[in-house]
């Protein structure tokens, strides 16, 4: 439990940078969230992969389900903290 909490967190703060960096750039609002989920999602994804060819370790789907309800929790607070 608390080894899934702390990539939830991480990625809470994966989510939080990623907006805060694209209000930096000329992304659409409508597509700023989209785009930062998405973003978010893959660098989960990759980092999966890469446990592949950890030994001792594996890819999870649920480890990326985890890290994508993260961030975007990050993603959304940040918003709505900003609005």
């Not at 960096?21 to 998405?38: M, T």
């Not at 890469?50 to 890819?59: D, T």
């Amino acid at each position: 439990m608390i080894r899934k909490t702390a990539h939830f967190t991480e990625y809470m703060i994966l989510g939080i940078l990623m907006y805060m960096a694209s209000s930096k750039n000329n992304i659409p609002r409508n597509n700023k969230v989209l785009w930062c989920i998405l973003l978010c999602t893959l660098y989960a994804i990759t980092d999966e992969v890469h446990q592949a060819f950890v030994p001792g370790r594996g890819p999870r789907v649920f480890d990326v389900i985890i890290d994508t309800a993260g961030s975007i929790t990050g993603i959304l607070m940040t918003k709505f903290i900003i609005k």
